[in-house]
């Protein structure tokens, strides 16, 4: 928890601007920096913090610095949040190294599994207050008047905001949030365990809902990896039969102790007639969670007649789909992304009870670009969250 006061901190008369020691420009929400964080050392002496310490993209495709930058101050019906965890994601890889079509701008804070107190409110903030858990999400917030929005699909807003990509993310020490969009957690939330589900748990969760697989029918999950752990568990919570597929024999282990009837090297030939025949012709609901284009192309092969596959991997390039099979089988073919407010609250609420547990390895974010070596190597069984706090 923060100790911080439940005020804005009085403003001092010290030169502003959101400029390093070293005189270099960093990207903050404001234009001005923080009136400072206050907070009281290990003798009880209140002292007020005004920079922080953040991971920063400088340049696209280059190594991330650890830098103290300004602490940013909350705008109208904003948060400043004090992270005290933030789960790394894959998506943070492709922001900083500018793998996608639209590129963020550097210089940048990644990072969107952010999950912390309320460390200050902005103008306008009536419905959270000091002390709050909350996280920080990709959707950092949306316009709240298109159809989308107005139809609870936030997620496919046109104006959204990404956490970590449009606007600075949580790899610092303190973020801003959106407060009509922060997660809500409960109390005494174990924060480490619950930034994965800001990303993880909540793509997963919606992409399961996605294939409109039923209690007692069957989901193949196809990558075990940071994703796909967190979806084998949230299908058995949600009655759901599980059929595992991952290229690493670990992986497939890992799914096996968290409940999957039946858990199959993607990489053998036979692979999808093993799961046909094991689920008595295919699975309803398929999830494709692997980077990997191959996996896409299997998935069809995966899944029952009239099933549905859900996409939320996001590897580069295309996938043939056989017309025949899709057309004769009536198979749907559905991409889902992350996942609406009311998502995220009914996969913090399997978390919280316990059913979903995301598998952590801790970090600093002084090793942010050794983490970020590991994911893109395919080293990492579950998610690596680093601690801030
Ligand atoms: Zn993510
Ligand atoms: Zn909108």
């Known amino acids: ?197 800001l990303c993880a748990g909540v793509t997963t969760y919606k992409g399961i809902k996605e294939t409109e697989a039923r209690p007692g029918e069957w989901l193949a999950v196809s990558g075990i990896g940071g994703l796909g752990h967190v979806a084998v568990q949230y299908a058995r919570a949600m009655g759901l039969h599980v059929a595992a597929l991952d290229v690493s024999e670990e992986k497939l282990a890992l799914a096996r102790k968290l409940g999957a009837q039946i858990a199959v090297d993607a990489r053998r030939a036979d692979a999808t007639t093993e799961v046909a025949k094991f689920t008595g012709g295919g699975a309803h609901g398929v999830l494709v969670t692997a980077v990997s284009a191959p996996a896409f192309a299997q998935a069809l092969e995966l899944a029952r007649r009239k099933g549905t596959v859900s996409l939320v991997g996001l590897p580069p390039g295309d996938f043939a789909m056989p017309i025949f099979d899709v057309v004769l089988k009536r198979i749907t073919v559905r991409g889902s992304i992350v996942g609406t407010r009311k998502d995220m609250a009914e996969s913090i609420a399997f978390a919280s009870e316990g059913k979903v547990a995301p598998h952590i390895h801790h970090a600093r974010l002084e090793d942010i670009n050794d983490v970020f070596a590991s994911l893109e190597a395919g080293k990492v069984d579950g998610r690596i969250v680093v601690d801030l706090a």
């Open 1 to 197: 928890m923060v100790p911080a006061r439940p005020s804005v901190p009085r403003r001092t008369s010290t030169a502003r601007g959101d400029r390093t020691p070293a005189g270099t420009r960093v990207a903050t929400r404001s234009s001005s920096s923080c009136d400072g964080i206050a907070s009281r050392d290990a003798t009880g002496r209140w002292s007020v913090a005004k920079t922080m310490k953040a991971a920063v993209v400088r340049e696209l495709g280059k190594p991330l610095t650890i830098e103290q930058i300004p602490i940013p101050t909350p705008g109208y019906g904003e948060v400043l949040v004090k992270i005290v965890a933030t789960g790394v994601c894959h998506t943070d890889l492709h922001a900083a190294q500018g793998d996608w079509p639209i590129k963020p701008t550097p210089p940048l804070v990644p990072g969107h599994e952010g999950a912390g107190v309320v460390a200050a409110i902005g103008p306008g903030v009536t419905d959270l207050k000091v002390g709050d858990p909350v996280g920080i999400a990709w959707l950092h917030d949306a316009c709240g008047k298109c159809e989308y929005c107005i139809t609870g699909w936030e997620t496919l807003c046109e104006k959204q905001r990404n956490s970590g990509y449009g606007v600075n993310g949580t790899f610092a020490e303190y973020a801003i949030g959106s407060a009509a969009y922060v997660a809500r957690f409960p109390r005494n939330v174990d924060f480490a365990k619950m930034a994965p589900i």
